[in-house]
């Protein structure tokens, strides 16, 4: 009489090979499977917007145009000296001076909110407005009239008040409006945000 053990040894002997044969594969199925899915999770990471690695917007801003034309009469100048006719004498020009007539109307450039209105001697009428992204934007030797009030929400294309000859360390360069834009509180060029044609 054959015992238990003795079939036991029997069906190894015949079909051992087989059932090794398919522990390996189904090893081998589970390993390619398993490193699948980890590469899937290491190349489709979830980011947060607080995220280092989360993909931010890299459009650049172009401003509307403060101004119907846009004509520089002293451009902005951060490492050299321009000369004023009015002050006689030579200094950094860190902000552009655009030509206009009197009256002519001065525009936001960016939606944001009027954070000042100041009435001073040697730069005039001046607003200044707060835009997203640390930027703020600076209009000066304007009409002493202006058409927005402090903590006002403005628009893009909004008029805000008029060109003139307010500011008293440029008068002799005639009316125009002096424009300069800060990020995050410096001065940086405006021809890098506005789309002057020939500049």
């Known amino acids: 009489m054959v015992t238990k053990k003795e079939n036991f040894i029997q069906f190894m002997k015949r079909y051992g090979y087989l059932i090794a044969?398919?522990?390996?594969?189904?090893?081998?199925?589970?390993?390619?499977?398993?490193?699948?899915?980890?590469?899937?999770?290491?190349?489709?990471?979830?980011?947060?917007?607080?995220?280092?690695?989360?993909?931010?917007?890299?459009q650049p801003i172009t401003f509307a145009n403060p101004l119907d034309n846009l004509e520089i009469v002293k451009d902005y100048s951060a490492t050299s000296l321009m000369f004023n006719k009015t002050l006689k004498k030579w200094e950094a020009h860190k902000w552009v001076d655009l030509k206009a007539n009197e009256g002519d109307s001065v525009y936001c450039v960016l939606d944001?909110?009027?954070q000042s209105i100041e009435n001073d001697y040697l730069r005039g009428t001046i607003i200044t407005i707060a835009h997203d992204d640390g930027i703020k934007t600076i209009y000066g030797s304007l009409g002493n009239e202006v058409s927005v009030a402090v903590g006002d929400k403005v628009t893009r294309g909004q008029k805000i008040a008029t060109a003139s000859n307010t500011a008293q360390a440029e008068k002799n360069e005639g009316v125009h409006l002096h424009f300069e834009v800060l990020k995050d509180d410096v001065k940086v060029n405006p021809n890098e945000y506005l789309n002057i044609s020939g500049k």
């Open 112 to 114: 944001g909110t009027v």
């Open 21 to 58: 044969m398919g522990v390996l594969l189904v090893a081998i199925v589970l390993a390619v499977v398993l490193s699948t899915s980890a590469g899937k999770e290491n190349s489709d990471p979830i980011l947060t917007p607080d995220d280092p690695n989360t993909p931010v917007d890299t």
